[in-house]
């Protein structure tokens, strides 16, 4: 994914970075050619990533690093890709419960990822080649998708 022009973080996993990511997050947003709307939805899904990373990866183990790695995309239409590591044990994404489905609508987590899948325009979740998992997450300039958030679930 990286062709020598990607900006590589790799800090402590804890949630005193946030700001710190979703600073460099809507800078290089900016570079890529995203609009407002677009920014807005990109910081909230690698927000989302990071949290999960730190949280559920590595388990609030700060001894164990969080890796964000941004990429312009080389073609047009222009985007970033955004690569988020952990370093925990990892997890089977399809064993992962569907937050709409009705026992899960009231429960207070598990919706992140949905999340991140709705706002962005690809996104891939696998273990990562260096252990842990990954999420590849790519948002493009001007895709029709950007405008607007998911529908509610009834909507």
């Known amino acids: ?11 402590q996993s804890t949630y005193e970075m946030l700001d710190f990511v979703q600073v460099a997050c809507d ?29 559920h990866g590595n388990g609030d183990d700060e001894g164990k690093r969080v890796h964000v790695e941004f990429t312009p995309l080389p073609t047009e239409p222009s985007g970033l890709a955004i690569r988020v590591r952990d370093e925990g044990p990892g997890f089977d994404p399809e064993g992962l419960p ?18 991140i899948r709705s706002f962005m325009d690809e996104m891939d979740l696998r273990r990562a080649p260096e252990g842990g998992m990954e999420m590849v997450m790519v948002k493009r300039a001007g895709a029709e998708a950007d405008s607007q958030p998911p529908a509610p679930a009834g909507a």
């Not at 994914?1 to 800090?11: K, Q, V, Y």
């Not at 890529?32 to 690698?46: F, P």
């Not at 899960?104 to 999340?115: A, E, T």
């Open 27 to 55: 800078g290089l947003g900016r570079l890529a050619g995203l609009d407002e709307d677009s920014l807005h939805w990109l910081s909230v899904a690698v927000r989302e990533s990071v949290i999960n990373a730190i949280k």
């Open 1 to 11: 994914m990286s062709d020598g022009r990607a900006i590589c973080l790799h800090f």
């Open 98 to 115: 569907d937050p709409l489905a009705p026992e899960n609508v009231l429960k207070p987590s598990g919706r992140g990822i949905f999340i």
